[in-house]
């Protein structure tokens, strides 16, 4: 009894493509993070050369990659939510028939 | 005002716990706030339980003496999130109820995993909850007047009454308050930091004349160094033997009309030349002195030498914008005058601590190179590989961030939940950048203990800001620590006593047992506050977050992605984790120092063990789940 969902939720069919969709964003997250680390060990004076506004690359890079999370996080939602959307209009259909 | 303001808040708090207590009565509202959180409101207590004394004190102390370096630690913290959500988020809601380990343990029901998992997020939980009491106390010193151990015991205090009240749905709302506040006030901060702009001669907005450090010329007489310059008479000197039997003047102690000051020795060919040192002496009879006055304020340094170029009154910027302060910062010709820990020790009856300046130029300020030396040895560059590492996994792997997952009620409103946390934690860390430069360059660092940045960066505005973000940041402490002690007090009293060793409890006595587990982890914590006292708050993160990614993350990453994963590889993946990153951590040459041994005598020369600790892991996980595939046919479904 003491262990079970806190809610019993609504099956959720998306759950396969949403599995897939978020290793795919991670994959391509780690890459450009793991990037971000090489550069930093392999040649770090690469991070003092300015870029854009003045702005040298070490703070390009570290912005960059604070604002990337946030788009990638709101394309996840968005893909999420429409696919879990078309469930469970796809479901009501059925329901309905 | 400082104590008005943080009473209020403190008392505003604890009316909030005693509210809510009323309508927590049973676990599932101790532990999970019933599972009824709207996703929002979590988004923000996301950030409230994530932004704990290490991101806010921690980060901006780091930034503020190393520069660029304190913001690798934003970044790291801000990109483990991607993991949380990608990865975590909506599997943990699915298949937990309380703890992660309910969710680890989902598929097997296994005594094994909810030992192990319960005691790896006790373990987790008082590694991380050090930092935040230490963050405590290094705040109610300069806030309050108080010692450092009772502010440890009074942040104890509280928390302990707020989550043995209301547990989880009090910590939310104070997580949502303080949150909240933290990005206004933060916003508000950098926006002050911005229009003051740059100056070679920082005076707080001219409530505080700049003091310049003072360079005498010298002369060596009889084995002593005396002053050449008019004013100044020798008092005393430091001095040291080398093996060859010369004797070496390192520091000078002068007199002047109405103090006495010590200086640095500082030979160049023939010439000696006498460089002031920002000095604490602490008398025998326990008065203060700071620069040879007696006060009892903090010291407080960081200036810049020349602003691209130029010194001076033609220096000073006025206001900037966002982008021109940073771009300023990193130019080659903006030198910063940065102040480092020289000499400790006794003159007499007296406790002399001594800082010495040294000068760096913008462009090596702003990338990373000051702290983790990735221009340095294969060791040194495999330590800053391996603080990204954990830094990088370690988020998804806290406890007190993974129960937070249970309080919404579905697993949507956990994924839209993280993308709240993702855009106000990526926001606040964006200021902590320039919070950290802010008190770098407007002569506020207290080289005593760094981690008053950002509040002594507020105070050099006006008082009420000050009072406001010390308020904060004991919030962050309180909130965090609340969030913890939860997690860990879900750990005794769910996985362990009542899973584990099966003991039947009602309803009632969940949540009294949960109170328990919650006051005990408390007085620990307390007690290790006291012990680690002088430790930037943001880098014993770094080793909780070591700790969580090694012992954590591999088991759920393996039990949501690989179908042949066991109940016997999880134990053992947990295990492996918790005692390599434990272990190496206790046998750096951070810990080797703290030992008071040499640094080079430390068997495992770095000082990040999550690059050995997690791969460790995860070996161990694969190892095991293929040796026991066919003694118990375990499979754990992933979905």
Known sequence: MFHQPSKTNNPDYAVGYKSKLGILMFIIYAVIYAGFVAVNVAKPTLMEKHIVFGLNLAVVYGFGLIIFALILALVYNHLCTSQERRHSKNAAKGGQK | ?639
Not at chain 2, 354 to 363: D, M, V, W
Not at chain 2, 560 to 567: C, D, E, G, S, V
């Open chain 2, 1 to 639: 005002m400082a104590f008005i303001i943080f009473a209020g808040f403190v008392t505003f708090v604890l009316f909030l716990s005693f509210y809510f207590a009323r309508q927590t009565q049973s676990a599932s509202g101790f532990f999970a706030a019933g599972g009824q959180i709207h996703w929002a409101v979590n988004g923000i207590s996301f950030a409230g339980d994530y932004l704990s004394a290490a991101s806010f004190l921690g980060i901006c102390g780091m930034i503020a003496v190393v520069g660029y370096d304190g913001f690798l630690y934003s970044i790291g913290y801000l990109a483990g999130w991607i993991v949380a959500l990608f990865v975590v988020a909506e599997p943990m809601k699915r298949l937990g109820k309380y703890t992660f380990t309910d969710a680890l343990d989902s598929t097997f029901n296994s005594p094994g995993i909810q030992l192990a998992a319960g005691i790896s997020t006790l373990i987790v939980s008082i590694c991380y909850l050090i930092p935040q009491m230490v963050g405590a106390g290094v705040l109610v010193t300069p806030l309050l007047g108080l010692p450092h151990a009772v502010g440890v015991i009074m942040v104890g205090t509280i928390v302990i009454i707020i989550v043995a009240t209301a547990g989880m749905k009090s910590t939310t709302y104070v997580q949502f308050l303080k949150g909240t506040l933290l990005i206004i006030f933060s916003t508000i901060l950098v926006i002050a930091v911005c229009q003051r702009g740059l100056s070679t001669e920082p005076d707080q907005g001219g409530k505080k004349p700049y003091y310049d450090y003072r360079k005498i010329p010298a002369m060596q007489q009889n084995g002593t160094i005396k002053p050449a310059a008019a004013g100044f008479t020798f008092a005393a000197q430091q001095a040291h033997t080398t093996p060859q039997g010369e004797l070496i003047v390192d520091f000078v102690k002068l007199a002047e009309k109405d103090r006495f000051t010590w200086w640095k020795v500082n030979k160049k060919d023939e010439t000696i030349e006498l460089l002031e040192t920002a000095s604490e002496t602490i008398r025998g009879d326990g008065s203060r002195f700071i620069n040879g006055i007696e006060n009892n304020n903090e010291l407080q340094l960081g200036s810049l030498v020349q602003i691209a170029g130029k010194s001076g009154k033609e220096a000073n910027t006025g206001s900037v914008g966002i982008f021109k302060l940073l771009s300023l910062l990193s130019d080659k010709d903006t030198i910063v005058k940065r102040w480092k820990k020289a000499a400790v020790f006794s003159d007499g009856d007296h406790m002399v601590t001594l800082f010495a300046p040294t000068e760096t130029p913008g462009n090596k300020i702003m990338r990373p190179g000051l702290q983790f030396k990735v221009e340095g040895t294969i060791l040194q560059r495999l330590d800053f590989i391996s603080l990204m590492l954990a830094l990088f996994c370690g988020t998804a792997a806290l406890p007190h961030i993974l129960i937070r997952y249970y309080t919404v009620p579905s697993p949507a409103c956990a994924r839209k939940s993280t993308i709240v946390a993702i855009a106000t934690i990526g926001f606040f860390y964006i200021l902590t950048l320039y919070m950290g430069l802010g008190a770098m360059v407007n002569g506020v660092v207290n080289p005593l203990s760094d981690n008053m940045s950002a509040p002594l960066l507020a105070r050099s505005f006006n008082t009420f800001l000050f009072a406001v973000i010390s308020a904060i940041a004991f919030a962050t402490v309180l909130g965090t620590v609340s969030g913890l002690i939860i997690a860990a007090s879900g750990a005794v009293a769910h996985d362990l006593l009542d899973r584990f060793y099966k003991l039947e409890f009602n309803e009632r006595q969940k949540v009294i047992i949960g109170k328990a587990a919650a006051f005990t982890v408390g007085l620990v914590a307390i007690i290790l506050g006291i012990v680690f006292q002088g430790m930037n708050v943001s880098y014993l993160v770094g080793w909780a977050f070591a700790v969580a990614a090694s012992a954590n993350l591999p088991a759920i990453i393996m039990l949501l992605f690989w179908k042949r994963t066991t109940a016997a590889s999880i134990v053992a993946s947990i295990t492996v984790g918790i005692i390599a990153a434990v272990g190496l951590i206790l046998i750096s040459p951070d810990m080797f120092e703290r030992y008071g041994l040499m640094r080079s005598q430390a068997p495992f020369q770095l000082n990040q063990p999550g690059i050995i600790s997690i791969p460790l892991s995860f070996i161990t996980l694969v190892i095991v789940s293929l040796l026991t595939q066919k003694k118990n046919g375990q499979v754990a479904a992933a979905e």
